[in-house]
């Protein structure tokens, strides 16, 4: 009985929900759940249970389900059930069995949950199943988040057997003629898991005997470790990451002084896609000439004079938009242009988002299209003196990820607006002018 009191100890210390709640533990048949049904059940907790078949073992998926049913009715535990068809979903979702598998479950735990108002989910997760998780991290090479192993605590999830290791619940399940069934899957290689506990976690027994022990209390540190850890990210962060509208700044000759180097590296721009594998090359940025970049998924660091600029990738949006009429609202991407004809303002609007077109020089379709090489204009203020858009782009320091989202809006073949930077002269508002054509360009939020 040495594992009932270690849980009721462990349970009663961690207090994991107020004495008077109900939990939901996880069943699936096998000796680990079956045992931490029989705990709960002895040390008088409040507890359903909630069971899947995901129908990938024939008869062997529904001999389990029959066994978890017939334990519920015999000490009068609520018992919730499931099908699902974990094949069809597998290829719907494109994803592993076992991951579509852990989905499903993990979904549906929470909708009873939520229906059944138990305050916490529980699943079996014991001490050799944290070693493993420990050493499959380790072999993908996550990074000290993996150290952490399996949390105790995750959201609606609680795991109270993490404490316990395999044998004692081997033990216990022996001793108490707690009825469980074996899945024969658990015995082959296939999955990943499986060859991890059955080729090097014995072979590390032999040499160290406690090594299960050992590693978990060695978990324990490496959470706490980790609280350090990302506290003092935290602050290199705030220090080194600066938010300018969309896109994030970090100054390179500032984040040349800070050591680690690598590992700031990674923290800082990990939550934008980009993987370990991929820092040798983002500090090489760090000494590359502008306008070179590294790319995500998601997200592109560029290398533009002093900084390094973290922008989105750019939506994919049509080169050529025609627009037929005013009033109408064009959304780009990244950008929302809004078209509106009204009288002649007081005052030209100075700000280089906002185009004011005197109405008779325009005449309708007109383009909204992204700038190509080659394109010219005569810049407002520089009395007809041509100029090729791109070196106007220069000139104002535009970087290269903001230059791949100028559009030009173009007016008969003749192009009326560098989109946020300047106007050409021939479509300025002049003193005859009666009407004029208002061209807004806002940052989507």
């Known amino acids: 009985m040495i594992l009932l009191q270690q849980?009721?100890?462990?349970?009663?210390?961690?207090?994991?929900?107020?004495?008077?709640?109900?939990?939901?533990?996880?069943?699936?048949?096998?000796?680990?759940?079956?045992?931490?049904?029989?705990?709960?059940?002895?040390?008088n907790i409040k507890f359903g249970i909630a069971h899947c078949n995901f129908g990938l073992r024939g008869e062997a998926s529904d001999l389990d389900e029959q066994l978890v049913h017939d334990w519920c009715f015999a000490n009068k535990v609520k018992f919730h059930h499931t099908l699902f068809d974990t094949k069809h979903k597998s290829a719907e979702w494109k994803k592993g069995t076992q991951e579509t598998a852990r989905i499903l479950r993990y979904e549906w735990f929470e909708v009873i949950r939520r229906e059944y108002h138990y305050a916490k989910i529980v699943t079996a997760h014991h001490a050799d199943?944290?070693?493993?998780?420990?050493?499959?991290?380790?072999?993908?090479?996550?990074?000290?988040?993996?150290?952490?192993?399996?949390?105790?605590?995750?959201?609606?999830?609680?795991?109270?057997?993490?404490?316990?290791?395999?044998?004692?619940?081997?033990?216990?399940?022996?001793?108490?003629?707690?009825?469980?069934?074996?899945?024969?899957?658990?015995?082959?290689?296939?999955?990943?898991?499986?060859?991890?506990?059955?080729?090097?976690?014995?072979?590390?027994?032999?040499?160290?005997?406690?090594?299960?022990?050992?590693?978990?209390?060695?978990?324990?540190?490496?959470?706490?470790?980790?609280?350090?850890?990302?506290?003092?990210?935290?602050?290199?962060?705030?220090?080194?990451?600066?938010?300018?509208?969309q896109d994030h700044y970090i100054p390179v000759l500032k984040l040349r002084r800070h050591e680690p180097l690598a590992t700031i590296c990674y923290e800082l721009l990990q939550p934008f896609g980009f993987t370990s594998g991929q820092l040798p090359h983002i500090l090489n940025l760090l000494n590359a000439e502008s306008g070179h970049y590294i790319s995500s998924a998601t997200h592109r660091i560029i290398r533009n004079r002093d900084f390094l600029i973290i922008t989105s990738l750019p939506a994919e949006t049509a080169d050529l938009i025609i627009v037929e009429a005013a009033p109408c609202t064009i959304d780009t991407g990244k950008y929302s242009y809004s078209f509106s004809i009204q009288s002649r303002p007081k005052v030209i609007p100075a700000d280089p988002n906002?185009?004011?077109?005197?109405?008779?020089?325009?005449?309708?379709p007109i383009i909204l299209r992204k700038w190509r090489t080659g394109d010219y204009l005569y810049p407002l203020g520089m009395k007809m003196k041509k100029k090729k858009v791109s070196r106007l782009l220069v000139d104002e320091k535009v970087a290269l990820h903001d230059k791949e989202d100028i559009r030009i809006l173009e007016c008969s073949k003749r192009i009326a607006w560098v989109s946020g930077i300047r106007l050409d002269e021939r479509f300025k508002v002049k003193d005859n002018t009666e009407k004029v054509l208002v061209v807004r360009r806002e940052l989507n939020v």
Request: glycine residues 8%; contains cysteine; hydrophobic residues 45%.
């Open 129 to 245: 199943d944290n070693v493993e998780t420990l050493l499959i991290n380790l072999f993908k090479g996550t990074g000290i988040g993996g150290l952490h192993g399996i949390l105790p605590e995750n959201g609606n999830i609680i795991r109270p057997l993490l404490f316990a290791g395999k044998d004692l619940i081997s033990v216990y399940a022996e001793a108490n003629n707690v009825p469980y069934r074996d899945d024969a899957s658990n015995a082959t290689d296939d999955y990943l898991r499986n060859a991890v506990r059955h080729n090097i976690i014995p072979v590390v027994k032999q040499w160290f005997p406690n090594a299960v022990i050992n590693v978990n209390e060695s978990i324990g540190r490496f959470g706490e470790a980790e609280v350090l850890y990302h506290k003092a990210i935290d602050q290199e962060r705030k220090k080194l990451l600066e938010q300018r509208g």
């Open 354 to 364: 906002v185009a004011c077109i005197d109405l008779a020089g325009i005449e309708f």
């Open 7 to 43: 849980f009721r100890e462990h349970w009663n210390a961690k207090q994991y929900v107020l004495q008077d709640q109900t939990v939901l533990l996880a069943v699936s048949g096998g000796a680990d759940s079956m045992v931490m049904a029989d705990l709960f059940l002895k040390s």
